[in-house]
C-alpha cells in the first residue's frame, strides 16, 4: 500500500508547535529517574527522553533512517515527524540534516494541599487507572459476572507484578471448540489510555451481555481474551513522581549500561532484530533487549499464546493490539516493505488489507500496513502473524497530533476515545470465526465457508 499520511495538517501542526516549541535541545536539563517498583535495582537511567519535532523526512526511508538512531517515531506527517529521544540521540537527528525543535514537557502534578501518594495520575488525568486500581475494577467485574467472565494470572512483570488473561465467554469454565480472539493494551508505558481501552471492553461485555444482541451472539459464538496491561512496572514507574516522564520500555535491568528497559514491541521472536527496525543499544527507545522474548513479559504473553495452540492448531484467530497514538489501524508486515512475499500470500494481504480499512472506517482512523510508516521488527503482530497465523492488528489509539495531547490526553477524553473503537471490534469479532470472509473466499479457506 501507499502510506496514508496527513500530509493536510502539516502546515498547521508545524505553526501550532511553533508557538508552544519549548527551549533549544542544548537547554534541556538532564533528570534523575530512579526507579520506583518493588523489586527496583540499582540502576538508574540519567536521563529521561523527550518528545521533539523533526522536519524534514518525507518517505518511508528517510524515517526508518531516522529511527536507526535509537529515536521512537511517535507521529508522521507528509514532511515532519514527532519522536521521542534522549538529548545525543535529538543531535544524531540533527546531523542527519533534519530540523529538530523540542517540545513542552508532559504534565506535571498541580500543587496539591496534602502530600501526595505515590503513583497516582496528576489533577485533570485522575479518571485513568493506576494498576491497583484497574485491578480492583477487573476483579469486581469477576465477582458479579462469574458466568462469563473470568481472570488468570498468566505471570508477572520484571518487578512482579501480576500479568492477566481475562477470559469472556458464555461457558467461560470450558475451553470449548469456538473461535478465540485477543486484545492486549499497554506495551508502552506512556500509553495509558489503552488500559481504559481494556477496562472499557470488559465493561462493554459484561454489561451488555443479554441485551445486546451482537454482544451476545459474540460471547455464545466466542472466546475473547483480554490482556490489559502487558507493562505494569513501565506504566507505574511513569507516573511514580507526579510528573509524567514520557516513559516507553519495561523496567528491566541492562547489564553493563545505567540504562533502564527493553522496548516490548521490539522484543517478539518473529525476525528480531533483523532488518534495521529496532535498536541494539540500551539506551535507546527502541531497544529490542538482549535476545529475542528476552522480557519477562513478553516471554509470559508468548507462552500465553503458544498454549492456545490445541492440538496442532492456534485456536485465535485474530487479535488487536492497542497503542496511542496517531488514529491509525496497522497490520503487517513491519520487517518489509513487501506487501507480499515470504510468510505472506496476496490473499492474506488482501485480507488483512479488506478488514483493516472495514474496521477503519468505523472509527475514522487511517488504515496501512505497518512499514508504510518505517520499518520496525519484532513486533508483537508481525509474531502473531509470522509465528502463529492470527490475523493480527494494531490500532494506534486518540490523539491524531501532539497538538492534541499525544501521550497524556486529559481523561474527559476516555469515554469517547474507547467507545470510538466498539464497532470495529464487533466487526473483528464476527469476521473471526472466517477472517477470509472480509474477501469473499470463506470456501476457499474455510471447512464451514
Known amino acids: 500500500m501507499r502510506p496514508h499520511l496527513r500530509g493536510g495538517r502539516t502546515t498547521a501542526l508545524a505553526a501550532l508547535l511553533s508557538l508552544a516549541l519549548a527551549a533549544p535541545i542544548a537547554a534541556a536539563q538532564a533528570q534523575t529517574a530512579p526507579s520506583a517498583g518493588p523489586a527496583a535495582g540499582p540502576t538508574q537511567q540519567a536521563e529521561l527522553p523527550r518528545q521533539y519535532e523533526v522536519t524534514g523526512p518525507a518517505t518511508r526511508t528517510e524515517r526508518t533512517t531516522l529511527a536507526a538512531t535509537g529515536v521512537s517515531i511517535d507521529e508522521v506527517h507528509a514532511r515532519s515527524v514527532v519522536i521521542t529521544a534522549t538529548r545525543a540521540q535529538a543531535m544524531a537527528v540533527r546531523k542527519l540534516g533534519h530540523t529538530i525543535r523540542q517540545l513542552p514537557a508532559p504534565p506535571t502534578a498541580a500543587p496539591a494541599p496534602h502530600k501526595p501518594r505515590g503513583r497516582e495520575f496528576p489533577a485533570g488525568y485522575t479518571n485513568y487507572h493506576t494498576y491497583d486500581e484497574a485491578t480492583k475494577e477487573i476483579d469486581a467485574l469477576v465477582a458479579k459476572h462469574p458466568?462469563?467472565?473470568?481472570?488468570?494470572?498468566?505471570?508477572?512483570?520484571?518487578?512482579?507484578?501480576?500479568?492477566?488473561?481475562?477470559?469472556?465467554?458464555?461457558?467461560?469454565?470450558?475451553?470449548?471448540?469456538?473461535?478465540?480472539?485477543?486484545?492486549?493494551?499497554?506495551?508502552?508505558?506512556?500509553?495509558?489510555?489503552?488500559?481504559?481501552?481494556?477496562?472499557?471492553?470488559?465493561?462493554?461485555?459484561?454489561?451488555?451481555?443479554?441485551?445486546?444482541?451482537?454482544?451476545?451472539?459474540?460471547?455464545?459464538?466466542?472466546?475473547?481474551?483480554?490482556?490489559?496491561?502487558?507493562?505494569?512496572?513501565?506504566?507505574e514507574y511513569d507516573i511514580a513522581s507526579g510528573t509524567f516522564r514520557s516513559?516507553?520500555?519495561?523496567?528491566?535491568?541492562?547489564?553493563?549500561?545505567?540504562?533502564?528497559?527493553?522496548?516490548?514491541?521490539?522484543?517478539?521472536?518473529?525476525?528480531?532484530?533483523?532488518?534495521?527496525?529496532?535498536?541494539?543499544?540500551?539506551?535507546?527507545?527502541?531497544?529490542?533487549?538482549?535476545?529475542?522474548?528476552?522480557?519477562?513479559?513478553?516471554?509470559?504473553?508468548?507462552?500465553?499464546?503458544?498454549?492456545?495452540?490445541?492440538?496442532?492448531?492456534?485456536?485465535?484467530?485474530?487479535?488487536?493490539?492497542?497503542?496511542?497514538?496517531?488514529?491509525?489501524?496497522?497490520?503487517?508486515?513491519?520487517?518489509?516493505?513487501?506487501?507480499?512475499?515470504?510468510?505472506?500470500?496476496?490473499?492474506?494481504?488482501?485480507?488483512?488489507?479488506?478488514?483493516?480499512?472495514?474496521?477503519?472506517?468505523?472509527?475514522?482512523?487511517?488504515?496501512?500496513?505497518?512499514?508504510?510508516?518505517?520499518?520496525?521488527?519484532?513486533?508483537?503482530?508481525?509474531?502473531?502473524?509470522?509465528?502463529?497465523?492470527?490475523?493480527?492488528?494494531?490500532?494506534?489509539?486518540?490523539?491524531?497530533?501532539?497538538?492534541?495531547?499525544?501521550?497524556y490526553p486529559k481523561d474527559s477524553v476516555i469515554p469517547k476515545e474507547t467507545s470510538r473503537n466498539r464497532e470495529a471490534v464487533l466487526r473483528l469479532l464476527e469476521t473471526a470465526d472466517c477472517v477470509y470472509r472480509a474477501i469473499g473466499k470463506e470456501g476457499q479457506y474455510c471447512k464451514s465457508g
Open 247 to 407: 516513559w516507553r520500555k519495561n523496567r528491566q535491568p541492562n547489564g553493563g549500561s545505567r540504562a533502564v528497559g527493553t522496548d516490548l514491541n521490539r522484543n517478539w521472536d518473529f525476525k528480531w532484530g533483523c532488518c534495521g527496525g529496532s535498536s541494539s543499544s540500551p539506551s535507546s527507545e527502541t531497544y529490542r533487549g538482549a535476545s529475542a522474548a528476552s522480557a519477562p513479559e513478553v516471554q509470559v504473553v508468548s507462552k500465553f499464546v503458544q498454549g492456545r495452540n490445541v492440538g496442532g492448531k492456534q485456536q485465535i484467530t485474530a487479535a488487536i493490539d492497542f497503542h496511542t497514538y496517531s488514529e491509525l489501524v496497522l497490520w503487517p508486515f513491519g520487517f518489509t516493505n513487501d506487501d507480499t512475499g515470504d510468510g505472506m500470500t496476496k490473499d492474506e494481504h488482501d485480507t488483512f488489507a479488506t478488514l483493516g480499512k472495514n474496521m477503519a472506517a468505523t472509527n475514522g482512523y487511517t488504515p496501512e500496513q505497518s512499514s508504510d510508516l518505517y520499518i520496525t521488527d519484532g513486533s508483537i503482530d508481525d509474531w502473531l502473524w509470522g509465528a502463529q497465523r492470527i490475523f493480527a492488528y494494531t490500532f494506534e489509539m486518540y490523539p491524531s497530533s501532539f497538538g492534541s495531547g499525544g501521550f
Open 147 to 235: 458466568g462469563i467472565l473470568s481472570k488468570q494470572v498468566i505471570g508477572t512483570s520484571h518487578e512482579g507484578r501480576n500479568l492477566l488473561a481475562l477470559k469472556l465467554s458464555k461457558n467461560v469454565t470450558k475451553d470449548e471448540q469456538e473461535p478465540e480472539v485477543l486484545f492486549t493494551a499497554h506495551q508502552h508505558a506512556r500509553e495509558h489510555l489503552t488500559v481504559e481501552m481494556a477496562l472499557y471492553l470488559l465493561n462493554e461485555f459484561t454489561s451488555k451481555y443479554g441485551s445486546d444482541s451482537r454482544i451476545t451472539k459474540m460471547l455464545d459464538s466466542r472466546e475473547i481474551w483480554i490482556i490489559p496491561d502487558l507493562n505494569p512496572d513501565g506504566g
